[in-house]
């Protein structure tokens, strides 16, 4: 496996388009009259930081989820396929729907509340959902579902919608119907994405601030540990309410803005789980901004350093690794400069998922190709890996 050309990555694009209009064409009976994308992401540093008010500094990449549709010839609902689960839903859009079975139909029901909520009369459509985000991985592939689906909406309607609204929009449809108490991260970046590099994300505030990489001499390198999470089962929304008490202990409004000489200071109040919680935050906001400047500067090994510090405070304070996650990023450290690996850390909720690795371009195929063949002696089981490369936000392809 070699890094992706963007030639290499418009072909794939197209490829992904081709089969949701061909397979749309074979479920409905009639061509798509839309066909829309949104990208699943990376975050490079600051996870569980952002439903705390802090920073993140995730990257869009060339995954997409991408939905086909035309207007429906009967009936007052959305009809959505889903080519992963080769399952259908109705979903009815006169009024808010109900959440329930199947639940990834939730996240489409959440979507479709939010833009009924908002006043809009929305039109009956047929669709049919293809993606090649992975699953359960960390890469977001709940928000490019979510967003994809608003993206369409907007689309059919004549009515595009300001770019953080629909995060927002989004974000409501995670927390109300798939339950689970996410920031505005995975949202914000499937909807605001873009081509020259990552986006630095202050979740207090909502600005955000375009985070180029310097040059093209390192790529990041994802690797999926094929262990699935589901941050819908509890562990998540467990780790949110213990920031919201460590926050309140503090007597700051979000544990985002407290300062780690704050958290210091009141560690026998807060006591030791919810210390190891607080000075993850702190610490990671700290990292996140100053990694933000490396990646800007193309100091490689501050940014590889600062990705190391950041998963060893998700293992040993936040404790949301997994074994195997902490095996690939000891395997990437083994390599080490020399080998062409400047850092490495999990990314997205953990409990399993992915890593990335900064990684010499160059390098990254023998790179990955190490990374797998040691991952499989050390758990037996196959390791997935690709490089990725930014991508622009969420688009119309068609319509």
Not at 127 to 149: H, I
Not at 224 to 245: D, I, M, P, Q, T
Not at 332 to 342: K, P, R
Request: aromatic share 6%; hydrophobic share 40%; charged share 20%.
């Amino acid at each position: 496996m070699t890094p992706i050309a963007r030639d290499d990555h418009d072909k794939r694009v197209a490829v992904l388009s081709g089969t949701a209009a061909s397979e749309f064409t074979e479920k409905f009976g009639r061509p798509p009259r839309w066909i829309v994308a949104a990208p699943g992401r990376v975050n490079l540093i600051g996870d569980h930081t952002d439903y705390s008010g802090g920073l993140v500094l995730p990257m869009a990449i060339e995954r997409y989820t991408l939905i086909a549709a035309a207007p429906a010839r009967e009936g007052r609902r959305l009809q959505l396929h889903s080519a992963a689960v080769n399952q259908s839903v109705d979903i009815p859009l006169d009024a808010p729907p109900t959440a329930g079975e199947p639940s990834w139909a939730n996240y489409a029901r959440g979507v479709v509340a939010g833009f009924l909520s908002r006043g809009h009369a929305l039109p009956a459509l047929d669709a049919l959902v293809v993606s090649d985000v992975p699953l359960g991985g960390g890469l977001s592939s709940s928000a490019a579902f979510e967003v994809a689906l608003a993206t369409l909406l907007e689309t059919a309607l004549g009515q595009p919608m300001d770019l953080i609204e629909k995060a927002r929009l989004c974000r409501e449809a995670e927390h109300q119907y798939a339950r689970v108490p996410c920031g505005i991260m995975d949202q914000l970046i499937s909807a605001m994405g873009n081509e020259s590099g990552a986006l630095l994300i202050d979740c207090h505030t909502g600005k955000t601030r375009p985070v180029p990489f310097a040059g093209a001499k390192m790529s990041l390198l994802i690797a999926n540990s094929e262990v699935r999470h589901s941050l819908g089962a509890g562990a998540y929304a467990v780790r949110r309410s213990e920031c919201v008490e460590a926050a309140r202990t503090l007597g700051v409004p979000e544990l985002g803005q407290a300062k780690l000489a704050q958290v210091q200071a009141a560690e026998a109040r807060l006591g030791g789980l919810l210390f190891r919680r607080a000075r993850h935050v702190v610490t990671e906001n700290e990292r996140a901004a100053a990694a933000a400047q490396a990646f800007e500067r193309g100091d490689w090994h501050t940014a590889g350093s600062l990705m190391y510090d950041s998963h060893r405070s998700l293992r040993d304070d936040f404790e949301v690794s997994s074994p195997e996650l902490d095996t690939l990023v000891e395997l990437a450290a083994d390599i080490g400069e020399g080998g062409g690996v400047s850092g490495a850390r999990m990314t997205g909720g953990g409990f399993g998922g992915c890593t990335v690795t900064l990684v010499a371009t160059e390098r990254a195929a023998a790179v990955g190709e190490r990374l797998a063949e040691r991952y499989r002696q050390r758990h037996q089981r196959a390791l997935t890996w690709f490089v990725a490369r930014p991508s622009r936000g969420a688009h119309v392809l068609q319509g």
